[in-house]
């Protein structure tokens, strides 16, 4: 495994995905460079289709590059080969999507037990549900329990095993807004007691607000980069 003496968490450097060859090349990823610090909160912003989740499946370990590299503190991510890249999503990434993808026939408890009896040094499941407002909701079944409700039983089984990194692609994109503060606030909690570098993926402008740096993606490159002077708290969103 290549490796370097760059003390950034994650980064990227001349990044390009493309999807499909000759006319029907599709070119998701065109040449990106980005550092993420440890500790950060960080929005990538843009519309549908400009790249934003080919970049964060790329980090995460979930895809590959067609060229450039990435890096994972001293490891290449680009030059892991299979195995490789399961033991990195298993020992360092935490993933949340738009849709949560819990087990139907599983308690909360359960599903984020999925999570942690494979992990190294894993939290108490019961501690990670807490830690997203759901002590009270153990023991209940996803059918039991609301939208917002399942997507933080989702990001508990995240974090559950207290990874360096959670990379979260539109979570709250199948929620109403009231709903969808309740789990930025669960992530904002979450970046702040355990300290886990955050990455997360949004069309919606006034998420940005709530992070350290905004980094705006637009036909598979990033146009834009700026830091907040404030982190304004995700309880005083309103979209």
Known sequence: ??????????????????YGTGDAAVHALRGVDLALSSGELVVLLGPSGCGKSTLLNILGGLDTATAGEAWFRDHELTAMEHAQLTRYRRDH?????QFYNLMPSLTALENVALVTEIAKAPMATEEALRLVGLGERLHHFPAQLSGGEQQRVAIARAIAKRPELLLCDEPTGALDSKTGLLVLEAIERIHAELGTTTVLITHNAIIA????????????????????ARRRPARELYW
């Open 1 to 18: 495994m290549t490796t370097t003496s760059d003390n950034s968490t994650l980064r990227a450097q001349g990044l390009t995905k493309v």
């Open 93 to 97: 990434v935490g993933f949340v999507f």
């Open 209 to 228: 607000e709530m992070t350290d740096r905004v980094l705006v993606m637009g036909d598979g490159v990033i146009t834009e980069e700026r830091r907040n």
